[in-house]
């Protein structure tokens, strides 16, 4: 999906379909990283991701969290794994 062109609901509830059960990948102002699988959102934009893991600056090693809801208020960048 193009970013720099305008996108209808439709399209955009369409990508976000198509991405269910895939790993995303939310940075969050602080500077947390959740790494997890794609859930759903809701009408506000929260994300719920499962199976997730998050990591802190300056730590290399994760910790598991699990399903979690990140308010879409703080996210700085999701980014979703290629899919090949």
Not at 25 to 52: E, P, Y
């Amino acid at each position: 999906m193009n970013t720099t062109q305008e996108v209808t609901p439709e399209q955009a509830f369409e990508f976000l379909e198509s991405t269910l059960r895939l790993t995303y990948r939310i940075t969050i102002q602080d500077g947390r990283i959740f790494i997890g699988n794609f859930a759903c959102i809701d009408k506000q934009k929260n994300m719920v991701l499962s199976n997730t893991e998050e990591y802190r600056a300056n730590e290399p090693k994760g910790r598991y969290v699990g399903l979690i809801m990140i308010p879409w208020r703080w996210v700085v960048k999701a980014e979703v794994e290629s899919v090949m």
